[in-house]
């Protein structure tokens, strides 16, 4: 049985809400009017007095959290020999849909966060998401057959993050083999060949704790990556009475190690003189500085040196966007640097990709020898864990003064809010619908310059079109702020499961989102994007995850333009016109405000986050706006581009 994780009162987040509502400010309180008596409490549903019984959770829900996890000792089946190892090595949340009963099960019963969704593939991505803001190893679990190959979409963005994703499966039986029983059609770990780190079908039962252990020393060591493992029946199932009857049944401590590679001083000696000769050199802060809890180091060595700091990755914060090192939203600025130090950035970028000139010279640190040279040449590479390398350049790099180059970078911020601005006025003229620029300042303007702290909100930043209006204003000011969710491999439509992760990780407090636990979170999608994880919704709502979904809602994919001059061919890439994602949010148990006006927005942004802080029920905006929008010459400014990395990064 899957289990809701157990809240603890907290007087700092009834203190928080009380001042959140209150400077909500009289446009919102007027905005709620006659919705009051919903969002103080009433199911979005039918009321009983209409005859119909109102959406309720489970009274199991409760049950399960009550109960008190159960430590395994032997005899042990081998699923329980896995939970036992996974709870050990503090693994923080699992994420699944019914099947792979005894393993599931197993993990759910050793006191691991459980959290059962409708779709497995959306729960693999909420894995992924949840890894992607902690830090910490999540579960992702799967049935053979279909529900496994559901997953594929998820294990590939994961791949593409360089997460390090648990991925476990049932598989067929070993006794019914090349039989074609049932759907146990085929072994599973060629459909993930090249989108993992390490894979194994365990066959031999009495090596299910050895090769857990494989699992983990690939997940906790070096560049990380998905680890899949699959379980026929006969090793799951399978009882063993005592160690004598396991292979390799040792302590964590005994078959991996947490120790890491450090710099050689000599290539430290090399990169501080090098900085030295710079004069305008700038940092690269991607997933690995994350993994590695770098940003101490990070920002220890980038005040001291005066060298500016842009974000790429599949999770930002890093370093905060309020210092005035920050080059994440001063684009116009990356083609003046001079030397880029690349911390972290597991996934290179080609010649070109990056926005920096030609003429920039290289250094990259990593923890992959055999990695630093593809895509990208580079002029030095520095061979360490992250955290190592950015505290030795910390110690050494002696204090310096960047002053003009970082008065380039203000300059550069300041053009690029100044387009912003123009944008959002632009957008505000468009008053048949609401403009993707009004969306996107709105919001920023809720999260980051009002009555909310602005380093309290995580975000699940997704969507096509409108993350290239929205992204530009996200901030990050602290660790894990911001998951990015079109890393790399650009998946449509796995925003709302990204958001059950996200929501899952700051519901527990788990890593750096523990100062903020229980807080709501905000999603940002797409209606293509949100046809295809929507009904995790009802996963939102029977575990009262706090989570604001703004859904741009423009009628049609982010492609139609390239078949608007083909009459045949453009229904493809056409939805019906107006549709209400707000009711499907009431009928899966959460609350809906459907925007068509630009002054519609705020108050609506407002009362959706009251709702999800007040009740923990997720809140669908549906914004509608019109797929014209993206025709530049019609509307402008139409659809922007990107520039990678800082804000502006989609892929990177």
Same mark, same amino acid.
């Given at each position: 049985?899957?289990?809701?994780?157990?809240?603890?009162?907290?007087?700092?987040?009834?203190?928080?809400?009380?001042?959140?509502?209150?400077?909500?400010?009289?446009?919102?309180?007027?905005?709620?009017?006659?919705?009051?008596?919903?969002?103080?409490?009433?199911?979005?549903?039918?009321?009983?007095?209409?005859?119909?019984?109102?959406?309720?959770?489970?009274?199991?829900?409760?049950?399960?959290?009550?109960?008190?996890?159960?430590? %395994?000792?032997?005899?042990?089946?081998?699923?329980?020999?896995?939970?036992?190892?996974?709870?050990?090595?503090?693994?923080?949340?699992?994420?699944?849909?019914?099947?792979?009963?005894?393993?599931?099960?197993?993990?759910?019963?050793?006191?691991?966060?459980?959290?059962?969704?409708?779709?497995?593939?959306?729960?693999?991505?909420?894995? #992924?998401?949840?890894?992607?803001?902690?830090?910490?190893?999540?579960?992702?679990? &799967?049935?053979?057959?279909?529900?496994?190959?559901?997953?594929?979409?998820?294990?590939?963005?994961?791949?593409?993050?360089?997460?390090?994703?648990?991925?476990?499966?049932?598989?067929?039986?070993?006794?019914?083999?090349?039989?074609?029983?049932?759907?146990?059609?085929?072994?599973?770990?060629?459909?993930?060949?090249?989108?993992? $780190?390490?894979?194994?079908?365990?066959?031999?039962?009495?090596?299910?704790?050895?090769?857990?252990?494989?699992?983990?020393?690939?997940?906790?060591?070096? *560049?990380?990556?998905?680890?899949?493992?699959? %379980?026929?029946?006969?090793?799951?199932?399978?009882?063993?009475?005592?160690?004598?009857?396991?292979?390799?049944?040792?302590?964590?401590?005994?078959?991996?190690?947490?120790?890491? /590679?450090?710099?050689?001083?000599?290539?430290?000696?090399?990169?501080?003189?090098?900085?030295?000769?710079?004069?305008?050199?700038?940092?690269?802060?991607?997933?690995?500085?994350?993994?590695?809890?770098?940003?101490?180091?990070?920002? !220890?060595?980038?005040?001291?040196?005066?060298?500016?700091?842009?974000?790429?990755?599949?999770?930002?914060?890093?370093?905060? #966007?309020?210092?005035?090192?920050?080059?994440?939203?001063?684009?116009?600025?990356?083609?003046?640097?001079?030397?880029?130090?690349?911390?972290?950035?597991?996934?290179?970028?080609?010649?070109?990709?990056?926005?920096?000139?030609?003429?920039?010279?290289?250094?990259?640190?990593?923890?992959?020898?055999?990695?630093? &040279?593809?895509?990208?040449?580079?002029?030095?590479?520095?061979?360490?864990?992250?955290?190592?390398?950015?505290?030795?350049?910390?110690?050494?790099? /002696?204090?310096? $003064?960047?002053?003009?180059?970082?008065?380039?970078?203000?300059?550069?911020? $300041?053009?690029?809010?100044?387009?912003?601005?123009?944008?959002?006025?632009?957008?505000?003229?468009?008053?048949?619908?609401?403009? /993707?620029?009004?969306?996107?300042?709105?919001?920023?303007?809720?999260?980051?310059?009002?009555?909310?702290?602005?380093?309290?909100?995580?975000?699940?930043?997704?969507?096509?079109?409108?993350?290239?209006?929205?992204? !530009?204003?996200?901030?990050?000011?602290?660790?894990? +702020? *911001?998951?990015?969710?079109?890393?790399?491999?650009?998946?449509?439509?796995?925003?709302?499961?990204?958001?059950?992760? *996200?929501?899952?990780?700051?519901?527990?407090?788990?890593?750096?989102?523990?100062?903020?636990?229980?807080?709501?979170?905000?999603?940002?999608?797409?209606?293509?994007?949100?046809?295809?994880?929507?009904?995790?919704?009802?996963?939102?709502?029977?575990?009262?995850?706090?989570?604001?979904?703004?859904?741009?809602?423009?009628?049609?994919?982010?492609?139609?333009?390239?078949?608007?001059?083909?009459?045949?061919?453009?229904?493809?890439?056409?939805?019906?016109?107006?549709?209400?994602?707000?009711?499907?949010?009431?009928?899966?148990?959460?609350?809906?405000?459907?925007?068509?006006?630009?002054?519609?927005?705020?108050?609506?942004?407002?009362?959706?986050? +009251?709702?999800?802080?007040?009740?923990?029920?997720?809140?669908?905006?549906?914004?509608?706006?019109?797929?014209?929008?993206?025709?530049?010459?019609?509307?402008?400014?139409?659809?922007?581009?990107?520039?990678?990395?800082?804000?502006?990064?989609?892929?990177?």
């Amino acid at each position: 049985m899957t289990r809701r994780p157990t809240r603890k009162p907290d007087v700092s987040r009834r203190t928080f809400l009380q001042k959140a509502v209150a400077g909500a400010g009289a446009t919102a309180a007027a905005a709620l009017g006659g919705t009051a008596a919903r969002a103080a409490g009433e199911s979005a549903a039918q009321s009983p007095a209409s005859g119909v019984a109102p959406i309720r959770v489970p009274a199991e829900f409760a049950a399960g959290s009550a109960a008190a996890p159960v430590r %395994f000792e032997f005899p042990m089946t081998g699923a329980q020999v896995f939970a036992r190892a996974c709870k050990e090595e503090g693994v923080a949340a699992l994420f699944a849909c019914p099947g792979n009963y005894p393993v599931v099960h197993a993990l759910a019963t050793s006191g691991i966060p459980a959290f059962g969704g409708r779709h497995e593939g959306s729960m693999a991505h909420a894995a #992924d998401a949840f890894i992607r803001v902690t830090g910490e190893i999540a579960v992702a679990s &799967g049935t053979e057959g279909p529900g496994f190959t559901d997953m594929i979409c998820a294990i590939a963005c994961a791949n593409a993050a360089r997460t390090p994703l648990l991925v476990v499966a049932s598989n067929m039986s070993i006794g019914q083999e090349d039989t074609e029983s049932g759907i146990q059609l085929g072994y599973q770990q060629p459909t993930t060949e090249g989108l993992k $780190k390490y894979g194994k079908r365990l066959i031999i039962p009495r090596r299910v704790h050895e090769y857990t252990g494989y699992a983990f020393r690939q997940l906790k060591s070096g *560049v990380p990556g998905p680890v899949h493992l699959d %379980f026929p029946s006969e090793v799951a199932a399978a009882r063993f009475k005592d160690a004598t009857e396991l292979e390799s049944f040792y302590d964590k401590t005994r078959y991996r190690t947490d120790s890491r /590679p450090h710099p050689s001083p000599k290539d430290i000696a090399t990169a501080i003189d090098m900085i030295r000769k710079s004069e305008r050199p700038i940092i690269v802060s991607s997933n690995g500085v994350f993994y590695a809890r770098a940003w101490d180091a990070l920002k !220890r060595f980038a005040e001291k040196a005066q060298i500016p700091v842009v974000e790429s990755g599949a999770m930002k914060g890093q370093f905060s #966007d309020a210092s005035p090192l920050s080059a994440n939203a001063a684009p116009t600025a990356l083609a003046s640097a001079d030397l880029v130090i690349l911390a972290g950035q597991h996934c290179m970028p080609t010649v070109g990709e990056f926005a920096f000139g030609p003429d920039a010279r290289y250094i990259r640190i990593d923890q992959a020898h055999e990695d630093i &040279g593809r895509n990208l040449p580079i002029d030095l590479g520095i061979v360490s864990c992250e955290l190592a390398a950015l505290e030795a350049l910390a110690d050494a790099v /002696p204090a310096m $003064k960047h002053d003009a180059w970082v008065a380039e970078i203000a300059a550069a911020r $300041k053009r690029f809010e100044d387009q912003n601005a123009e944008y959002y006025k632009l957008g505000l003229g468009y008053t048949d619908a609401i403009h /993707p620029a009004v969306i996107a300042k709105e919001l920023a303007d809720f999260l980051y310059r009002g009555a909310l702290p602005k380093e309290q909100t995580t975000i699940a930043s997704g969507g096509y079109g409108i993350a290239r209006y929205v992204r !530009r204003e996200l901030r990050s000011y602290r660790p894990g +702020q *911001v998951m990015n969710g079109a890393y790399q491999y650009g998946a449509i439509g796995p925003d709302v499961g990204y958001a059950v992760g *996200v929501a899952a990780a700051v519901q527990l407090g788990v890593g750096p989102q523990a100062a903020y636990r229980g807080h709501p979170i905000v999603c940002i999608t797409g209606d293509a994007g949100f046809g295809y994880t929507a009904m995790e919704i009802d996963t939102m709502a029977k575990y009262k995850m706090p989570v604001v979904i703004i859904v741009y809602n423009n009628n049609a994919w982010g492609t139609w333009t390239q078949a608007q001059r083909e009459p045949r061919a453009l229904p493809i890439h056409l939805f019906q016109e107006n549709l209400r994602y707000d009711k499907l949010a009431e009928a899966l148990g959460g609350h809906g405000e459907y925007v068509t006006r630009p002054a519609e927005f705020r108050p609506a942004l407002a009362r959706a986050y +009251q709702v999800a802080a007040r009740e923990g029920r997720p809140a669908v905006i549906n914004c509608q706006g019109k797929k014209e929008f993206w025709d530049r010459a019609t509307y402008p400014p139409g659809s922007l581009g990107k520039i990678e990395p800082g804000v502006m990064s989609y892929y990177h």
